[in-house]
């Protein structure tokens, strides 16, 4: 993967490792295949999850971005469990933004029933605007020279635990095996026992769930497995063609 910042063409945010691979990871793989650059900015480090630690998960982190083809990863260390959408924040994802110079953004949903969740999609949402504003000074944090400002086409929001009316459904069949081996990177979390006292996530198995939504949303588009989208503003299509299944689309 890339060390320094390189443009991209997708750049995902996640609130914790591992939310970007369960809910867009085959998007992700698809465009990787198609010659698409995308990276992957997690905001905090998943050190409140009730298995595995922080170091466990940014070794984890990193072997699932090599699964998915990823040409960098981040993580911003903003607090597991103390994630808000404050203004340092949002201009620290803004900062990320014009750094990797994004077409396309992929952002958690805003009103997710996890708090963390939740304070990212409205973060990133904001930080997608403050981005592109010239005259918002966001400074490199390495070299301390303003970042030129950046203007993303759109926002793609995925929903995660909520559902919501989508927008599109991306046809991800031919990769989510691949996108299951992904999430499956995560051993601390997917395949260690629970507490006995929490069990909101440690289900007997998890990446059965993982396959069930997939094969739900695909089933609404007549594919074996799908992700979901939401866009907040309607979607300018060039050529018509491409919600048909043209060459150009996901």
């Keep these: 993967m890339d060390k320094l910042y390189n443009p991209v063409d997708i750049l995902a945010f996640g609130a914790h490792p591992d939310d970007v691979e369960i809910c ?33 998960r940014d070794r984890e982190a990193a072997e699932a971005a090599e699964i998915l083809g990823l040409a960098a990863r981040r993580n911003l260390d903003l607090g597991d469990g103390r994630l808000m959408d404050t203004q340092e924040a949002r201009e620290l994802v803004a900062a990320e933004i014009r750094r990797f110079k994004p077409q396309l953004i992929f952002a958690p949903y ?15 949402q904001a930080a997608s605007f403050y981005a592109r504003m010239k005259n918002r000074v966001l400074l490199d944090r390495e070299t301390g020279e303003p970042l030129e400002s950046h203007s993303p086409i759109l926002v793609l929001i995925y929903p995660m635990h909520e559902q919501v009316e989508v927008t599109l459904i991306v046809d991800v069949s031919e990769f989510h095996e691949r996108k299951v081996e992904a999430v499956s990177a ?5 395949f260690n026992p629970m507490p006995d006292d929490y069990q909101f996530i440690g289900t007997a198995d998890y990446l059965h769930m993982i396959r069930a939504r997939g094969a739900f949303y695909g ?11 939401l866009a907040r503003s309607p979607l300018k299509i060039a050529d018509p063609l491409i919600l ?7």
């Design 24 to 56: 867009c990871g085959g998007t992700l793989l698809k465009a990787h295949t198609q010659g698409h650059r995308a990276a992957v900015v997690d905001l905090t480090r998943g050190e409140m999850a009730s298995r595995g630690t922080a170091e466990e």
């Design 110 to 124: 805003p009103g997710d029933r996890h708090p963390d969740h939740d304070a990212a999609g409205k973060l990133v």
């Design 186 to 190: 995560y051993r601390s979390q997917f």
């Design 219 to 229: 089933s609404k588009i007549q594919a074996s497995y799908g992700e979901p989208f």
């Design 244 to 250: 048909a299944g043209g060459k150009a689309g996901l």
